[in-house]
């Protein structure tokens, strides 16, 4: 099975960071849905109860987006393992490059590979 893997992630409610990640591992599932593996640094005690969440991959060109089903997060403070079930992917946000001086836009692309 494929298997995606990052340094930095994040998870996010609305336009809010409810935590970040650092390191993390995302898997493929039989029936659709994706876990997440990963070391959360920050989290935000309100907001990672709220729903709905979405975790975001960010790579060079954008970002790869799965909304969050289940999230269990270890107890304690400081870095700390999380485990999570993710739905299917959502579309693909990648930012256009413009030219010097242009600012950089977000657009859906569905069309591209995702892991």
Not at 31 to 55: C, E, H, M, N, Y
């Amino acid at each position: 099975m494929e298997v995606l893997r990052g340094v930095v992630g994040r998870i996010d409610w609305g336009y809010f960071a409810a935590a970040a990640l650092n390191g993390y591992a995302v898997r493929p599932c039989a029936d659709g849905s994706w876990t997440l593996r990963g070391t959360v640094v920050t989290v935000d005690a309100f907001k990672i109860r709220q729903r709905p969440l979405v975790f975001v991959a960010p790579h060079q060109d954008g970002e790869w987006r799965w909304p969050v089903t289940a999230f269990d997060l270890a107890e304690g403070s400081g870095p700390r393992e999380c485990q999570g079930t993710l739905g299917p992917q959502l579309p693909e946000m990648i930012t256009t490059r413009g030219r010097v001086g242009e600012k950089s836009r977000w657009v859906f692309d569905s069309s591209r590979r995702r892991p």
